[in-house]
């Protein structure tokens, strides 16, 4: 688990609060990806970054707003929250784009959101 | 639309028995699957990939099958231990075009006992 990280592992928040989600890959990476993962459901992509730009936004909220400052760091700033928001987030990271490539994606262990 | 079906939703088997976990998928064109194993409160971490020529793939306990005219992939757990319990995911990418075109399953949900 040491390839990717994420903090917290666990975050309790209010609708109004603001916070954000970190994840840090020490793989020597070029592309990264945010997901979500509800109970019963689908993993959700949700951003994917390529060399730090941002190249997919999967229809997301405004109310989640990614930043990828070099190719190693990408973070998940969340504001004003719904409690339907609440589920497992999940950082990738992978040599190249995954998508019709055979580039492996190296999962972080997720932060288990709950918005009150 | 692109679609990967995993069947069954869980499964609950006995310590060193064998299982076969499904996935069906209309994703297209296609490039290649891959299947997850995903341990409670972790990210997932990947067992195999697939391409379009291989048929068969192996990895310790766990092989993978992929027939490609059906559309259908299926991995089986070989002498299953408690390690084992865990979610197994099925993703298929599609090939071709810029950016990330994954489809996942909804997984199975795999419960070994003693």
């Known amino acids: 688990e040491t390839g990717v990280t994420q903090t917290p592992r666990h975050l309790v928040m209010g609708m109004t609060n603001k916070k954000s989600l970190k994840c840090e890959q020490h793989?020597?990476?070029?592309?990264m990806y945010w997901y979500k993962q509800s109970a019963k459901k689908p993993l959700e992509l949700m951003f994917v970054?390529?060399?730090?730009?941002?190249?997919e936004n999967n229809s997301v909220p405004s109310r989640f707003s990614p930043e990828c400052p070099n190719s190693s760091h990408l973070f998940l700033h969340l504001h004003t929250l719904q409690p339907e928001d609440s589920a497992l987030y999940l950082c990738?990271?992978?040599?190249?784009?995954?998508?019709?490539?055979?580039?492996?994606?190296?999962f972080g262990p997720g932060t288990r959101l709950t918005v009150t | 639309k692109n679609q990967v079906e995993q069947s069954p939703q869980s499964l609950i088997i006995l310590e060193g028995k064998n299982c076969t976990l499904q996935?069906?998928?209309?994703?297209?064109?296609?490039?290649?699957l891959r299947w997850y194993k995903q341990d409670t409160g972790r990210g997932p971490v990947s067992l195999t990939i697939m391409t379009f020529s291989e048929n068969t793939k192996s990895n310790g306990r766990y092989t993978a099958t992929l027939d490609a005219d059906t559309k259908q992939s299926s991995l089986h757990i070989t002498a299953s231990q408690l390690s084992d319990s865990a979610s197994y995911i099925c993703?298929?990418?599609?090939?071709?075009?810029?950016?990330?075109?994954?489809?996942f399953g909804g997984g199975t949900r795999l419960m070994v006992k003693p």
């Open positions: 793989l020597g990476h070029n592309a």
């Open positions: 970054y390529n060399f730090k730009e941002q190249t």
């Open positions: 996935c069906n998928y209309t994703v297209s064109p296609f490039s290649n």
């Open positions: 993703v298929v990418s599609s090939r071709g075009g810029a950016g990330n075109m994954l489809t």
């Open positions: 990738a990271s992978s040599q190249g784009l995954s998508g019709g490539s055979s580039y492996e994606q190296y």
